[in-house]
């Protein structure tokens, strides 16, 4: 299925910006980059692997060969690509729920763009502008961002403990791993597809 590896799904959007605007734009992923407290709904939010936007220059496409016409390009473009856990809708609808006005700040200034509320216009308008993902390698496909977090966590708190209590008494030793595994029962859960939230989600991603 294009856009999906295992859990996670690679969103691609690539939206027009008049040209003379994109300064503008720049200005604002600035801001974002050195005040990340603008950002901090978005930030908190786990089921996100990563995300950014880059600003494409309309003169600063690949050429790749002498043989390649040129384009004359009228606008400049803003390139948004994601990594994520969960459906389509839910990380879009988490995008709008987090950072409203800041969706409203980064594309504000891109050609058609009706706003991230009401949602459905919002919705419509990514669907539109997104290029599906063809090939998409996950490393750990069976794996969310909280489920490499918490492995991360099993494997310190196992080393630690064998280095404090491996030449314990038995008894001891026991009642030791038994507090272990209850301090860490949130972080042992298991790895496996997610369900399928709707047709609709599941459509998206074929």
């Known amino acids: 299925m294009s856009n999906i590896a295992g859990k996670a799904y690679a969103m691609n959007v690539i939206t027009p910006i008049r040209w003379y ?9 600035w801001v974002a980059l050195k005040l990340p407290s603008t950002l901090r709904g978005l930030i908190t939010l786990s089921l996100i692997h990563y995300a950014r936007w880059v600003i494409i220059g309309r003169k600063q496409f690949p050429h ?3 043989h390649q016409p040129k384009e004359t390009l009228n ?12 459906s389509w809708a839910q990380y879009v609808d988490s995008f709008t729920f987090s950072i409203p006005s800041g969706l409203d700040l980064f594309w504000k200034w891109n050609i058609r763009y009706p706003r991230s509320v009401p949602l459905t216009p919002f919705h419509e308008y990514i669907q539109f502008n997104q290029i599906q993902t063809d090939h998409y390698y996950n490393a750990y496909p069976m794996a969310a961002s909280n489920d490499i977090k918490s492995a991360k966590t099993l494997t310190t708190a196992l080393l630690e403990f064998d280095a404090a209590h491996s030449n314990a008494p ?11 595994l209850r301090n860490l029962q949130h972080d042992m859960g ?8 709707s047709l609709a989600d599941q459509a998206k991603g074929d």
């Open 75 to 86: 606008y400049s473009y803003m390139l948004f690509f994601s990594n994520f856990n969960g």
């Open 190 to 197: 298991t790895m496996q597809p997610l369900p399928i939230v």
């Open 170 to 180: 038995p008894d001891q030793f026991l009642k030791q791993y038994k507090a272990l």
């Open 21 to 29: 605007m994109t300064w503008i734009n720049k200005v604002i992923f």
């Open 64 to 66: 790749l060969s002498k």
